[in-house]
């Protein structure tokens, strides 16, 4: 692999130097660099660390009319690999990865398929840009797996993709095909079906899935259905109404495999400065039992309450508010939780405030947060302070009344990069 990255580097800058009409470099480093020292009822803690997550860099040259760019990455502990390399014109390009998905792999895939086969492996992939046509092949990093080869092709109605396998330079005995319709706007018609073994005893699985989004005015409808052998067999309408600080959704599916229904609405009235007030009602019927279950849920917060150097946030609504993410935004003061039905205890009310002061370099931030959750009694009461020093550290303190006393202060430095 060295030695490949070495000649790849040598070519690009023996084509620049002699025929180069524009290159562009492209550094980077990600990471975080982090540390503290903290004082706490259990003692005196000190820490420091450095991160790296990815350092390398990509260059780009042109050159008599193709366009040459590669990717270097540079992070240990695998030494220096090339994660890309791409040679291309107007009309066509071929590209090497060294880990790439034929799937979506949280973005990072070529995303041809949805449904099956995101194995990543050694990939290379020549795109015929006036076509519309792609192949690829693929060394899977999966010990045991079968080498890959799949076709992509993407018209302005029309896409499919087809995968297939060699083992031991021979045919596999599996394909996979994926392909999209949109015949008219509004309508979509997507589906995909995995063979195995076929030289053997076949297995099939399939997927269609059918939706179809019309818009009238301010009301939006999204009937969709699904049929699949193991991946479910529904369908359902979404719908959607908007008007000033209004918003109504719903939706209502039958689960065909499970024979049961289940439907939910939820109107919101919001406005940014002022609030968000909203409930959920959810309905479910098990025809095979039969058995019916409601559920309801509520949700009042504040929506950007400032005034001059005071911000508060106020939320009272169904759920613990222990729940909180802020990360994912999901949980209590995110969601409409349920249920308040089976037991009206399950509510929470959380406050956050703070006041952020200017006084020259001087810039505290006081602030104080609590909550407390009907069904348990748990409650929670927090007030701290904290100002950055030098512009590089910042100075915390922080006391915790509720549920139990508790505190800690201390110099924190996190940046990331």
Do not use: H
């Not at 220096?80 to 998905?101: G, R």
């Not at 949980?331 to 009310?349: K, R």
């Amino acid at each position: 692999m060295k030695k490949l990255v070495g000649i790849l580097v040598v070519l690009l800058a023996i084509s620049v130097a002699f025929s180069v009409t524009a290159v562009t470099l492209n550094p980077y480093l990600e990471g975080n660099l982090w540390g503290k020292v903290e004082l706490d009822k259990t003692g005196l803690t000190t820490d420091l660390g450095f991160d790296v997550y990815s350092i390398g860099f990509g260059a780009a040259a042109d050159v008599d009319g193709l366009t040459f760019s590669l990717a270097i990455n540079l992070c240990p502990p695998a030494g220096v690999t090339l994660d890309s390399f791409t040679v291309e014109n107007e009309k066509a390009s071929a590209s090497w990865y060294a880990a790439k998905s034929f799937g979506y792999d949280d973005g990072y895939g070529l995303s041809w398929f949805s449904y099956y086969g995101t194995t990543k492996g050694t990939t290379f992939v020549l795109n015929l840009k006036e076509l519309g046509l792609q192949a690829a092949t693929q060394e899977p990093d999966l010990l045991g797996a079968s080498d890959r080869i799949a076709l992509r092709g993407a018209w302005d109605i029309f896409s499919f993709s087809a995968q297939t396998g060699l083992k031991d330079l021979k045919w596999s005995g599996d394909v996979i095909l994926e392909a999209s319709l949109t015949p008219f706007k509004g309508l979509t018609v997507t589906g995909g079906v995995d063979a195995s073994d076929l030289t053997g005893t076949p297995v099939f699985n399939y997927v269609v899935d059918v939706g179809y989004v019309l818009e009238v005015g301010l009301l939006t409808l999204n009937p969709y259905a699904r049929y699949s052998d193991a991946l479910g067999q529904w369908v359902g309408l979404n719908v959607g109404y908007g008007i000033g600080v209004l918003t109504i959704d719903a939706n209502v599916q039958y689960d065909i495999a499970a024979n049961a229904l289940g439907a939910w609405i939820q109107p919101v009235i919001s406005k940014d400065g002022i609030g968000y007030a909203g409930v959920k009602f959810v309905y479910n019927y098990d025809f095979v039992t039969p058995a019916q279950t409601m559920e309801l849920g509520f949700l009042v917060k504040s929506l950007g309450w400032t005034a001059g150097p005071v911000s508060l946030d106020v939320f009272v609504g169904s759920g613990d508010f222990r729940t909180r993410d802020d990360v994912y935004l999901v949980g209590f003061g995110y969601e409409i939780l349920t249920d308040v039905l089976a037991d009206w205890t399950n509510i929470s009310a959380y406050a956050e405030g703070a006041l952020s002061l200017e006084m020259g370099s001087f810039k505290p931030t006081i602030g104080a947060s609590g909550g407390y959750y009907i069904k348990d009694s748990a409650s929670a009461l927090n007030v701290n302070v904290s100002f950055p020093v030098l512009d590089l550290v910042t100075f915390s303190a922080s006391v915790d009344i509720l549920p139990a006393v508790d505190w800690s202060l201390g110099l924190y430095f996190d940046k990331y990069f």
